[in-house]
Nanobody, 128 residues
Framework: QVQLVESGGGLVQPGGSLRLSCAAS????????MGWFRQAPGKEREFVAS????????YYADSVKDRFAISRDNTKNALYLQVASLEPEDTAVYSC?????????????????????WGKGTLVTVSS
C-alpha cells in the first residue's frame, strides 16, 4: 500500500513563497503520474498541477500557471511544488496524489475518486 506524506506548508505573507514536498513510501511511485490538488475552506478540492512519471509532461491549473512549479525526484520517491507570488486565495490544504493508470493530461479532469493514492495534505495559509 502506497503512502504519501506532504510537508512544507505554513503561514506566509501575500507575495511570499513556499516549497511543498510529498514523500512516497514505495519506489514504484516513480512510474506513476503524480499531482497536486488543493481544497480551500468551504470549497471542493481542485486540481493544481500534474507531472508524468518522467517529468516530460506537466500541466497546471490556469489559476496557478506562471506562479507554481511542479517537479519530482524519482531517486528520492519525492514530489515537489514550488509556490510563489502567493495570494490569500491560495490558502488551502494541498494534497499530493499518485495515479498508476492515468496520464498527467487526464489527471486535470479525472474523477478524483478514480485517483488511486492520496496524501492527507499540508495547510498553506496566506495572510498578512
Amino acid at each position: 500500500q502506497v503512502q504519501l506524506v506532504e510537508s512544507g506548508g505554513g503561514l506566509v505573507q501575500p507575495g511570499g513563497s513556499l516549497r511543498l514536498s510529498c514523500a512516497a513510501s514505495e519506489h514504484q511511485v516513480g512510474s506513476y503520474t503524480m499531482g497536486w490538488f488543493r481544497q480551500a475552506p468551504g470549497k471542493e478540492r481542485e486540481f493544481v498541477a500534474s507531472i508524468s512519471w518522467n517529468g516530460d509532461h506537466i500541466y497546471y491549473a490556469d489559476s496557478v500557471k506562471d506562479r507554481f512549479a511542479i517537479s519530482r525526484d524519482n531517486t528520492k520517491n519525492a514530489l515537489y511544488l514550488q509556490v510563489a507570488s502567493l495570494e490569500p486565495e491560495d490558502t488551502a490544504v494541498y494534497s499530493c496524489a499518485a495515479d498508476p493508470w492515468g496520464t498527467a493530461q487526464n489527471m486535470r479532469n479525472k474523477e478524483q475518486r478514480d485517483i488511486r493514492y492520496w496524501g492527507k495534505g499540508t495547510l498553506v495559509t496566506v495572510s498578512s
